[in-house]
């Protein structure tokens, strides 16, 4: 038995845990590509670090106490005989480690807790910035300040100078995580920048502009969006032709970023990540932003044409900082702010098209977006991600091609298929199953939006039970995308 839903609607020498190595600087789990073999391979040719006897340093593995005890001692070539005796616990004076807890506990460097030095306890991000603080003598405050940590908390002095240094900048998305365990590979960054200026990032102005991205605000550099937010998970091509890179590995904070020529010009998220000057956040009221951004645009002139914009509901156009910004909102919870597409304003006058130009590129882009999209929102609602699914997939993708190249819209084809006689043929096997459909709606975000504030079940789809999707998007002659989610539970 299956349920049948349809709905659709238009428009980081360790002591602990292995052998020790001889020095190396290279290590097999370091790969050149790795963002942080640089500082490792400095830290080795420094003898700091010296990795595990198979060759490998295991850079993500949660660095222990004893551990970065260690890196501190060799990076600040302390001496480890004729020192205090420690009175712990865990670690007695006839431990191997001993000699490197006594010195760190003589320095002042770290200290144990009731008696306990827990040496093989993570190391917390919090206490890494605690003890390089005191390692390195750093001092200074930063105009920076992380969300999750308040002035009141205990590492903040510490945490405010390792950012004022450029130790550290933080996530993308205004935190610091100080309750995050630290990985080996992240310690090292951090130990490297200390001891090596060349391995600070460059010093980052806060944006000056109104709409700003986990820290990120159209006209700032690509190097800057890497430097903060790291590897993007994806590259996408837009309707527009500029790049989104694709950050998601938080969903809570799932953030695009568009780049064009080297240059921040799109942004958009249904994330925390986003912040504006008007103090603008996720759940701020319709009324609001009215009253803040004043006339909605309902035409754009490019070249020769003037291009007309429908405000709706559930989405509002405005001209802002030379951007226009799409505001989202959610109808089901009283018209609050759901998600904002930002686009540079020479970039929106120049594209002289309501859709993109079809190709195999911009549908994956959109096949990928709806999926991510879908995935964001879940988690913003407390619901676990779904899981792609490459079958489901493909029959979406074939319903949205037959519903473009034979122009109807129909969750029934022309052939008298229903979707469960879709996902059947594909031999697919499912205890309930539901499809949503859409077409019109300009790129994924608008899709999605369209979909949330659907009164016919399509939320309900992508916030209910099911447990995998598979998304597919088609094209007709004229470049108007047609979308279908396929979603079911096996």
């Not at 190097?223 to 996408?236: C, N, T």
């Not at 951004?293 to 156009?317: A, P, S, W």
């Not at 309501?354 to 096949?367: C, D, N």
């Amino acid at each position: 038995m299956f349920k049948k839903l349809l709905v659709f609607f238009v428009a980081g020498c360790f002591f602990i845990g292995g052998q020790i190595s001889e020095a190396a600087t290279s290590f097999t789990d370091v790969s050149g590509q790795f963002w942080a073999k640089s500082e490792i391979d400095y830290l080795a040719d420094e003898a700091v670090v010296q990795g595990f006897s198979d060759g490998r340093f295991r850079p993500n593995d949660t660095i222990t106490r004893l551990q970065a005890a260690t890196m501190l001692v060799r990076a600040l070539k302390l001496e480890t005989e004729n020192r205090p005796q420690a009175e712990l616990i865990d670690i007695g004076v006839n431990h191997e480690a001993y000699p490197i807890v006594a010195t760190v506990f003589d320095e002042g460097l770290m200290t144990g807790r009731n008696g306990y030095f827990e040496p093989g306890q993570p190391l917390s991000r919090a206490q890494m910035a605690a003890i390089l603080t005191r390692a390195f003598e750093l001092q200074g405050e930063s105009a920076v300040s992380f969300r999750d940590v308040p002035s009141s908390f205990w590492a903040y002095n510490d945490i405010q100078a390792l950012t004022a240094n450029r130790i550290t900048t933080g996530y993308g998305d205004g935190r610091f995580g100080p309750n995050d365990s630290t990985s080996r590979a992240q310690f090292s960054v951090f130990l490297a920048r200390s001891l090596n200026d060349r391995f600070k990032p460059e010093e980052q102005p806060v944006s000056s502009r109104e709409v700003t991205v986990s820290g990120i605000g159209l006209g700032d550099t690509e190097q800057k969006v890497r430097q903060i937010l790291g590897i993007p998970a994806r590259e996408d091509i837009s309707e527009y032709g500029f790049t989104w890179l694709i950050y998601k590995n938080d969903y809570l904070n799932y953030a695009q970023i568009g780049i064009q020529d080297g240059r921040v010009v799109g942004l958009l998220t249904n994330g925390e990540g986003l912040h504006t000057r008007s103090e603008v956040r996720l759940g701020t009221s319709r009324e609001v932003i009215r009253s803040k951004y004043g006339e909605r645009v309902t035409e754009i002139q490019k070249g020769g044409t003037i291009f007309r914009y429908t405000n709706q509901d559930h989405h509002e156009l405005y001209f802002v900082d030379n951007s226009y910004v799409t505001f989202f909102y959610d109808s089901h919870r009283q018209n609050r702010l759901s998600g904002i597409q930002v686009i540079d304003g020479n970039v929106e006058r120049s594209f002289a098209r309501f859709y993109g130009q079809p190709s195999a590129a911009l549908r994956r882009s959109f096949e990928a977006q709806v999926f991510d999209l879908v995935n964001a929102s879940r988690a913003h609602f407390g619901k676990a991600p779904l899981k792609s699914d490459d079958v489901a997939a493909r029959v979406a993708r074939r319903h949205s091609v037959d519903m473009a190249e034979n122009a109807f819209f129909s969750h029934t084809n022309e052939r008298g298929e229903s979707p469960f006689d879709r996902m059947e043929n594909e031999g697919m096997t499912f205890l309930f199953a539901g499809e949503n459909i859409a077409y019109g709606q300009t790129n994924a975000m608008f899709a999605h939006e369209g979909w949330m504030n659907s009164r016919s079940g399509h939320r309900e789809a992508i916030l209910g039970s099911f447990t995998h999707l598979g998304v597919g998007v088609g094209f007709n002659a004229e470049g108007v995308p047609y979308y279908t989610q396929t979603f079911y539970t096996p």
